[in-house]
């Protein structure tokens, strides 16, 4: 299986704050990585898709970056509502395997 | 826009069998891949595998043995089933289409709100 890496776990930050989130693949993964948001008590959402692509409706603060085993989620300006845990998910490779998620939350 | 509802008992007592459904509405369960994923309480997202309309599957190894997804498509319908459970099977599950994009599947674009099972004598 393909192990999925995040860093931080969780991170504190000021509205209006850029936020950045890594996520590492244990192979080449080339781009084939999602991204989803979690709120409490929530199913997950797709946000990014492709590594970089912003799914439809999803604000253009979130965007994504990155291929290979190395990949960047960023949210330029922190909202109040981005509350919530962010997972990385690969797809090259079955099973799927998702990341171990980090907790945004406002400092 | 489809929307997904999973239904089935939320207490399964150790040893036996979880059984899970979950409806698609608001859009035909043909053409895609719908997967069941499950999330332990306060823990991340495991894949536990996916049925193609057709019937054809692929489980996650880790759960394989164990493992059985259907599909009734004249009910736009999909079950998951997961014998002799323990309390590690503790977990809110999720369905979720699994859209096919560019030849590639893997992408969680619709989910159900989950359902919590216990499992608990």
């Known amino acids: 299986d393909i192990q999925m890496t995040q860093s931080p776990s969780s991170l504190s930050a000021s509205v209006g704050d850029r936020v950045t989130i890594t996520c590492q693949a244990s192979?080449?993964?080339?781009?084939?990585l999602n991204w989803y948001q979690q709120k409490p008590g929530k199913a997950p959402k797709l946000l990014i898709y492709d590594a970089s692509n912003l799914e439809t409706g999803v604000p253009s603060r979130f965007s994504g970056s990155g291929s290979g085993t190395d990949f960047t989620f960023t949210i330029s300006s922190l909202q109040p509502e981005d509350i919530a845990t962010y997972y990385c998910?690969?797809?090259?490779?079955?099973?799927?395997?998702f990341g171990p998620g980090t907790k945004v939350d406002i400092k | 826009q489809v929307q997904l509802q999973e239904s089935g008992p939320g207490l399964v007592k150790p040893a036996e069998t979880l059984s899970l459904t979950c409806t698609v509405s608001g859009g035909s369960i043909s053409n895609y891949y719908w997967s069941w994923i499950r999330q332990p309480p306060g823990k991340g997202l495991e894949w536990i595998g996916y049925i193609y309309y057709t019937g054809s599957t692929n489980y996650n190894p880790s759960l394989k043995s164990r493992v059985t997804i259907s599909v009734d498509t004249s009910k736009n319908q999909f079950s998951l089933k997961l014998t002799s459970v323990t309390a590690a099977d503790t977990a809110v599950y999720y369905c979720?289409?699994?859209?096919?994009?560019?030849?590639?599947?893997?992408?969680?674009?619709?989910w159900g709100q989950g359902t919590l099972v216990t499992v608990s004598s």
């Open positions: 979720a289409r699994d859209d096919v994009r560019d030849g590639y599947d893997g992408y969680f674009d619709s």
């Open positions: 998910q690969q797809y090259d490779n079955l099973p799927f395997t």
């Open positions: 192979q080449d993964i080339g781009n084939y």
